[in-house]
């Protein structure tokens, strides 16, 4: 039982599968760093300062009945509901970004398969009976 999980292991599926995963998860602290940090603050600031972590909209009020919270966090502390629009879209221009490094790494890997395809084959040797047959002839000919 162990030897075959240990085959079911070591096939280079699996390896590669969790190598992959590992690499996402890091890659994904990259890009929400990048996207909350980099790009949404000078978009916040060229619309006027919005913080779009703080981007929402209150649904139903808080049990005491406020609807104007200075932010995300102080709403969901007061217990109101809230459309996180601001939250949406950081996590929309997070799936843009990994599905474009996603779409490069794919286009590159293909492109090396292509240019291993394209190397010309070597011309197979041609069958034992067709060499006999041509030394057959070449001696047939120089006999005459």
Do not use: C, H, W
């Amino acid at each position: 039982m162990f030897n075959d999980f240990k085959a079911f292991i070591m096939r280079g599926n699996v390896l590669d599968l969790a190598v992959g995963i590992v690499m996402g998860a890091a890659f994904t602290s990259i890009v929400n760093s990048l996207v909350a940090d980099v790009i949404m603050p000078p978009i916040g600031f060229i619309m006027n300062g919005i913080d779009f972590s703080n981007f929402f909209i209150v649904i139903k009020a808080s049990p005491e009945g406020v609807m104007d919270f200075a932010s995300l966090d102080a709403a969901k502390k007061a217990g109101a509901i809230t459309l996180n629009i601001g939250l949406f879209i950081n996590a929309i221009i997070n799936f843009l970004i990994v599905s474009f490094a996603v779409f490069i790494l794919v286009k590159n890997v293909n492109k090396l398969y292509k240019k291993a395809e394209e190397k010309p084959a070597e011309p197979a040797a041609p069958p034992a009976s067709e060499v006999y047959l041509k030394e057959i002839r070449d001696l047939l000919a120089q006999t005459r």
